[in-house]
């Protein structure tokens, strides 16, 4: 089976604006979706990301505060998956629980070097 990363930009003023019990519930969403993924044998990881973090940049290694605050957007997690293809992985990634509240799911494959 070949891997993917699914990468979960999410708007960060949807998130903000979201009650406790649409968070919740966005959480509980992630979670049953996670147990379905594992009893297809499609999860490897995955997790929810610290939105605070550093950015090193170029060839002198800069450490700048990331990710950039001034964008609405972030990348608020991710799910480490296995399939055979990624149409598959790309129908599988269609219910991500991301999306009920305008998230995007971005779909890459793992290099197999």
């Known amino acids: ?51 605070n973090g550093k950015q090193i940049l170029g060839q002198e290694a800069a450490v700048k505060d990331g990710p950039y605050m001034e964008t609405k957007e972030m990348i608020g997690g991710y799910y480490l998956l296995q399939g055979d293809n990624l149409d598959q992985i790309v129908e599988i990634a269609k219910a991500c629980p991301c999306h009920l509240h305008g998230g995007v799911t971005e779909v890459r494959a793992i290099m197999n070097y």
């Open 1 to 51: 089976m070949k891997k993917f990363i699914l990468l979960l930009h999410e708007d960060v003023q949807v998130l903000e604006q979201m009650s406790p019990q649409e968070m919740q519930d966005l959480v509980q969403a992630h979670m049953a979706w996670t147990n379905d993924l594992a009893a297809k044998g499609h999860l490897i990881a995955g997790d929810g990301l610290d939105p």
